[in-house]
């Protein structure tokens, strides 16, 4: 089954959708319309890469969006006593996990609020039953959207998949 990039007159990356009928729905927000492999659309998803049209072909870019969950090296080059400690950072991961969450959660709500979506309604009440009490940071450096969709039962789209 294809998978689409649906791209702004600009070229920039505005939609993705899984199955021609979601292109349909998400049409009307753009220009152009690129088919890709299942792994670029899942890296898209998973907010691991990026694309962006130019010179009318498709270009990727990988992104740096994974929760840091260990000192990286600017870290471990400040002086000791400057230095994170380890519950820091995994405090810091748990805290970006959180502020995901709760963005999410808005930029769901502005949609609903206009729209009756049954997806997009499980889907945030997917999102508010996270218990934001009990969060642990990842045990391996993944992007956001990786950790929310390991999450069980989660439903499995991207925002960029929004109508």
């Given at each position: 089954m294809a998978k689409y990039l649906i791209f702004n007159s600009d070229g920039y990356l505005k939609k993705i959708a899984e199955t021609d009928n979601e292109k349909?729905?998400?049409?009307?927000?753009?220009?152009i319309v690129r088919s890709c492999t299942d792994q670029e659309f899942e890296d898209i998803k998973k907010n691991k890469k990026t694309a962006k049209i130019e010179n009318d072909n498709v270009v990727y870019?990988?992104?740096?969006?994974?929760?840091?969950?260990?000192?990286?090296?600017?870290e471990l080059a400040r002086p000791e006593a400057e230095r994170l400690s380890a519950d820091q950072v995994s405090t810091a991961a748990?805290?970006?996990?959180?502020?995901?969450?709760?963005?999410?959660?808005?930029i769901l709500e502005q949609y609903l609020n206009q729209n009756n979506d049954e997806y997009?309604?499980?889907?945030?009440?997917?999102?508010?039953?996270?218990d934001q009490n009990t969060i642990v940071a990842p045990s391996s450096e993944v992007t956001f959207e990786e950790w929310l969709f390991s999450?069980?039962?989660?439903?499995?789209?991207?925002?960029?998949?929004?109508?």
């Open positions: 349909n729905q998400l049409l009307e927000y753009s220009y870019s990988n992104l740096s969006t994974n929760i840091q969950i260990s000192l990286d090296a600017d748990v805290e970006i996990i959180k502020l995901n969450i709760n963005s999410y959660i808005e997009w309604s499980t889907y945030l009440t997917a999102l508010k039953n996270i999450q069980p039962n989660f439903p499995q789209k991207s925002l960029l998949q929004l109508p």
